[in-house]
């Protein structure tokens, strides 16, 4: 009520209320013109106050959204009984039993697990279930595998903890610390409003006291010189600005609404026409948030499967004996499933439950060959090993679909080189032939190159069991293997990415040209964030980085000339020992950037490092990790499907379809209305002229007023 445009218009109606005042006291019939104007001055800023008010109290809500994550009850081991507390009540010390399905409920240290994992997405933006045990494996806590953290979900096994943080002291409450505690500042509207606020009201005082002056000079009583400065200095104040900047603003965050822009904040709107540089998160935002099969091994060729959305991409041999057996693995030896009640929905947008990469290949098998729980059921499981981080590698065994072969089917999968050790032929071409080193060097050459794509590689065989050794009925034991698990058939290799969204290569690329600056800032691992820029343009075709320019020219990385490199792609652990000099200069000489492996302290400090380059920074994100630097941001914009409520509350501009491409949209709106914006108050200085002109003639040449005050008001609303 008291800031900036309504300081100002508060002045012009105490002015008014002067005036009125003199003029009541001294004339015997005084004009109520200056009483209508202060009141009209008074109700603009009051209803303006109202309407801000109403914005303001909608956003700023993220401490509720944490709340809403809060597990609601823990099972405890206490004095040697389990009971269940409400998450609250947890201590330090506690013993806690988790199981899949359950939200963490505190910080806990794992003392003991059973094929334990949990979904880090929301924390650290790795689309892949991460698996937990009592090893300590790295010295950050978010990667090491005996921790596992507050409100992320357990989605396999179980396990038991001890609690070692609670409440705000936790990572998540952490986070929600950093996020609240954050000053995001002025918009680049609300720095040129006050601007224009300065230069007006210097203006008015000057030329207020200007004519004062003049018509103390010529003689006038200095009761109608107070009455000229006052109308000078009311006349000057742009009574109608504040209505139209409002009026613009609202109109465009409906339009943008209309194509999937929920504008929360009405300056964001401005503020996004002015980015110059945006900070994105991967998962979700420039990635489909689902791991795909991507690519494929077989036959000793490497096939290119369908990643897209709507299934409209490459198409592949189905019908050859290599893919048939690799399919037929990759839908046996797999325990996802999909839930029920899913008749109509597409396969694609199925829910799954299980780990993400059987997901994958379930619903990839699914789109090859059709009805893969009725395969399953036709070959009836009869034992199974499950995967383990010692083994790395995953078993079961079937009967036979034919019931005429009464032998038994091995099928396994797991890490390439453990499979691959296991065997002794492979499959090709429909041929099983013996493992020599040239098959092995294919193996290697195709498994490097679809790691080296940031892709997970799974290894896939089979063995068919003879039936005098393992007849029907055969008890086969799962804890002391009682059947080989060597000597196997290889067959294939699949690999998995959580792949790109089609729209965004040529949102990138809008942006480039629009003069926008698009820099990566994911929690996943380095290879495959260059991996997914240098599909969706972050990183262009022919731009290396310094490890690149290192390994085409065989040198060590300590030699390579940082400055030579347009792209870089920086490490978590690497940001850590930077200092701010250091990390402007990678900002300032590499054009196209990753940053990888980031901790949500690290994000917030690269958008801090972007602002003090000058940049208006937006950025995008849809997961708790992301908060802190949305709030930060000049403009955060969250996901409205895949997002988490906290992500939602500290942006300021929701994507109600998830797609980096509508940014895009509001850039275009947000460069309009700041031209409008720009032609609004060329006219408000314009019309100024105008309301001055018959003060200046009724001094200086004695023609009456033809104009009262509160009709030059109406000239201005």
């Known amino acids: 009520l008291f800031g900036g445009f309504a300081l100002l218009l508060w002045i012009g109606a105490f002015l008014c209320f002067i005036a009125y005042a003199i003029t009541a006291s001294t004339l015997e019939e005084s004009n109520d013109d200056h009483l209508y104007l202060g009141i009209v001055l008074a109700t603009v800023v009051i209803v303006t106050g109202i309407f801000s008010y109403y914005q303001e109290s909608k956003s700023s809500k993220i401490m509720e959204s944490f709340k809403n ?14 009971l269940t507390l409400r998450a609250e009540d947890l201590v330090l010390g506690d013993v806690v039993d988790v199981k899949f399905g359950d939200r963490i409920p505190a910080d806990i240290r794992i003392i003991e697990s059973r094929g334990f994992k949990v979904d880090n997405s929301s924390l650290t933006g790795e689309s892949e279930p991460q698996s937990r045990s009592p090893e300590f494996t790295n010295e950050n806590p978010l990667e090491t595998k005996n921790l596992a953290f507050f409100s992320t979900n357990a989605v396999e096994g179980t396990a038991k903890g001890v609690v070692i943080c609670c409440g705000d002291q936790t990572v998540m409450g952490r986070i929600a610390g950093l996020a609240s505690g954050l000053d995001t500042g002025e918009t680049p509207i609300a720095k040129e409003i006050h601007h224009f606020i300065h230069l007006i009201t210097g203006v008015a005082i000057f030329l207020g006291v200007t004519f004062f002056i003049i018509a103390f000079i010529l003689g006038y009583h200095w ?71 991507a690519h494929m091994w077989f036959d000793n060729q490497i096939i290119e499967a369908d990643t897209t959305e709507d299934q409209s991409g490459v198409q592949y041999d189905r019908t050859s004996p290599g893919f048939k057996a690799l399919a037929k693995i990759a839908a046996l030896c797999n325990r996802a499933e999909f839930k029920g009640g899913q008749d109509g929905v597409p396969i694609l947008k199925k829910e799954v439950n299980g780990d993400a990469s059987e997901a994958a290949l379930l619903k990839c098998m699914e789109l090859a060959l059709g009805d893969i729980m009725g395969i399953r059921k036709r070959n009836k499981k009869v034992c199974e090993i499950p995967f383990n981080s010692t083994n790395k590698y995953q078993v079961s065994i079937h009967e036979s679909d034919d019931p005429n072969d009464p032998r038994h089917l091995l099928v396994m999968k797991g890490a390439p080189e ?9 499959f090709i071409g429909g041929k099983e032939k013996v493992l020599d080193e040239e098959t092995k060097e294919a193996f290697n050459n195709a498994y490097l190159e679809l790691g080296g794509l940031g892709e997970r590689v799974l290894g896939f065989c089979d063995f068919i069991l003879p039936s005098d050794k393992f007849p029907l009925g055969y008890k086969f034991n799962c804890d002391d293997p009682n059947f080989p698990v060597d000597g196997l058939r290889f067959v294939g290799l699949m690999s998995m990415i959580d792949p790109p969204r089609a729209a965004v290569p040529d949102a990138v690329a809008k942006c480039r040209s629009a003069g926008i600056k698009v820099i990566m800032v994911t929690g996943d ?13 972050i990183i262009s075709e022919g731009n ?12 060590p990385v300590a030699e390579v000339n940082p400055r030579e490199a347009k792209a870089a792609v920086i490490h978590g652990s690497e940001l850590r020992e930077l200092d701010s000099d250091h990390l402007d200069e990678i900002l300032r000489y590499h054009t196209e950037i990753v940053f990888a492996r980031t901790s949500p ?40 499907i895949a997002g988490s409520d906290v992500s939602k509350q500290a942006a300021d501009m929701i994507l109600l379809d998830d797609n980096f491409a509508s940014i895009v949209t509001g850039v275009e709106e947000g460069r309009l209305i700041f031209d409008n914006l720009k032609k609004s108050i060329a006219y408000t200085l314009t019309s100024n002229i105008p309301e001055i002109s018959p003060f200046l003639a009724f001094m200086l040449c004695d023609i009456p007023l033809p104009l009262g005050t509160v009709t030059i008001l109406c000239i201005d609303l």
């Open 69 to 82: 994550m809060v597990p609601q009850f823990a099972t405890v081991l206490r004095e040697g009984e389990k």
């Open 418 to 426: 453990r499979i691959l050790d296991r065997c002794n032929t492979i």
């Open 223 to 293: 009761l109608d010189a107070v009455i000229f400065l006052i109308g000078i200095i009311v006349a000057n104040v742009p009574e109608g600005l504040l209505a139209t900047v409002t009026v613009c603003l609202t109109l465009t965050a409906k339009r943008m609404a209309s194509k999937n822009c929920l504008v929360k904040n009405l300056e964001a709107v401005e503020t996004l026409g002015s980015t110059s540089t945006i900070c994105s998160d991967k998962t979700g935002t420039l990635t489909q948030n689902r791991m795909t099969v």
């Open 525 to 537: 691992h380095p290879i495959t964030a260059k991996a997914i820029a240098k599909s969706v343009g």
């Open 601 to 640: 302290q690290q994000k917030l400090i690269i958008v801090e490092g972007c602002q003090r380059m000058g940049a208006i920074v937006a950025v995008t994100g849809d997961g708790v990790n992301d908060s802190p630097a949305l709030k930060k941001a000049d403009i955060g914009v969250a996901m409205g």
């Open 544 to 555: 290396e980085t310094i490890e690149d320019i290192a390994q085409r020219l065989n040198i």
